[in-house]
């Protein structure tokens, strides 16, 4: 079965910084596009980015642009977030996700990590 | 930067059928999807290209998309559809969500 499994979440103050990481099994990793997603308390979900298979394309949101890097090890079957100067607005569960196939669908989701910014 | 647009809430009776709309300026060239978010769950993806279903999704649950709208429909509403609805396309090589639409099933 294929399971994804974020960690890297906690409690983190104001203009700190954390790295997420998605590890992935029960499929080819190296094979499939990912991505960060992200939910706010009491808020709708919010794409952060996207990698490629290959890590060679990545697109992140201009809402978090110049403050998160996303990286993956296909060695390691795993996805990267590299949140920094976190604010209290970053505040969220944060999931990763892979498409169903190209642009398809995001159909396989982890359970999702806390980070909690605050002083 | 482009924008989806539901309306925040939809109620719908036991067994009635409920349509969640999703609005952005010609979605209609665009492949579109629909998402169902519990609280404390991820969530789960219900309609992919605009009108299909992933395994293991009834049948219940069905999409179209067309113009400048697509839409989801949810026939014979069940208590456990009660949720929070996102619609979802792709501008360049973004992920777009919509503000979500919460379903009530009275």
């Known amino acids: 079965d294929v399971e994804l499994v974020e960690s890297g979440g906690g409690l983190v103050q104001p203009g700190g910084s954390l790295r997420l990481s998605c590890t992935a099994s029960?499929?080819?990793?190296?094979?499939?596009?990912m991505n960060w997603v992200r939910q706010s308390p009491g808020k709708g979900l919010e794409w952060l980015s996207y990698i490629s298979s290959t890590g060679s394309t990545i697109y992140i949101a201009d809402s978090v642009k110049g403050r998160l890097t996303v990286s993956r090890d296909n060695a390691k079957d795993s996805v990267y977030l590299q949140m920094n100067s976190l604010r209290a607005e970053d505040t969220a569960v944060y999931f990763c996700?892979?498409?169903?196939?190209?642009?398809?669908?995001?159909?396989?989701w982890g359970q999702g990590t806390l980070v909690t910014v605050s002083s | 930067s482009y924008d989806l647009t539901q309306p925040p809430a939809v109620s719908v009776s036991p067994g009635q059928t409920a349509t969640i709309t999703c609005s952005g300026d010609?979605?209609?060239?665009?492949?579109t999807c629909w998402y169902q978010k519990k609280p404390g769950q991820p969530p789960v993806l219900v309609v992919y290209?605009?009108?299909k279903r992933p395994s293991g999704i009834p049948d219940r649950f069905s999409g179209s998309n067309s113009g400048d709208t697509a839409t989801l429909t949810v026939s014979g509403t069940q208590a456990m559809d009660e949720a929070d609805y996102y619609c979802q396309a792709w501008d360049s090589g973004d992920v777009i969500f919509g503000g979500g639409t919460k379903l009530t099933v009275l």
């Open positions: 290209q605009d009108s």
């Open positions: 029960g499929f080819a990793f190296s094979s499939y596009e």
């Open positions: 996700a892979r498409d169903l196939g190209s642009r398809t669908g995001l159909v396989y």
């Open positions: 010609k979605l209609g060239d665009k492949y």
